[in-house]
T-cell receptor, first 111, second 110 residues
């Protein structure tokens, strides 16, 4: 079991650009959640996908959007990047009634 | 909304026992998790408590009291590699939204 995987590991973009991050959940998990973690802070919930639909959303602007595919993998898209979007982006997978397992994260740097 | 409180820093001696407390305020509480995160790494799942009581996994134990909105993580036989940040996280709401605390930085000293 490969656990939760994310790609890419690191990414450098410039302001105004768009980025897509990818996540494959742990085997047997059907729910994917995305988090943003700034340096020295706890992860902040962006949104959660289940059955290919966004079913919960945190306090993030519409520039942040996502998608879940039939195989439960997921993408996070961020448009019109700002310097403040620089962070570690974490994907976590779970199934109902269990804790969430995190992937290694994607480190995004916006210049 | 949700809020969690945990100490920002804790220092303990190698081989000793340390307890990291977490108090929370939330509606629609489902459960409490603990995560370990080393610098530059991703959070690693340690435990999930949905019911009151103590859950033990090796050197780590986690406790929950739903009536007191309180939980703690207990680390025994501390090792240098346990130096990391520890986050409590509350699961709440109909779809189990997860809210993280601000983290406790544990430093284990010889």
């Amino acid at each position: 079991d490969a656990g939760v995987t994310q790609s890419p590991t690191h990414l450098i973009k410039t302001r105004g650009q768009q980025v897509t991050l990818r996540c494959s959940p742990k085997s047997g998990h059907d729910t994917v959640s995305w988090y943003q973690q700034a340096l020295g802070q706890g992860p902040q919930f962006i949104f959660q996908y289940y059955e290919e639909e966004e079913r919960q959303r945190g306090n993030f602007p519409d520039r942040f959007s996502g998608h879940q595919f039939p195989n439960y993998s997921s993408e996070l898209n961020v448009n019109a990047l700002l310097l403040g979007d620089s962070a570690l982006y974490l994907c976590a997978s779970s199934s109902t009634g269990e804790g969430q397992f995190f992937g290694p994260g994607t480190r995004l740097t916006v210049l | 909304g949700q809020s969690l409180e945990q100490p920002s820093e804790v220092t303990a001696v190698e081989g000793a026992i340390v307890q990291i407390n977490c108090t929370y305020q939330t509606s629609g509480f489902y459960g409490l998790s603990w995560y370990q995160q080393h610098d530059g790494g991703a959070p690693t799942f340690l435990s999930y408590n949905a019911l009151d009581g103590l859950e033990e996994t090796g050197r780590f134990s986690s406790f929950l009291s739903r009536s007191d909105s309180y939980g703690y993580l207990l680390l025994q036989e501390l090792q240098m590699k346990d130096s990391a940040s520890y986050f409590c996280a509350v699961y709440s709401g109909g779809y189990q939204k997860v809210t993280f605390g601000t983290g406790t930085k544990l430093q284990v000293i010889p």
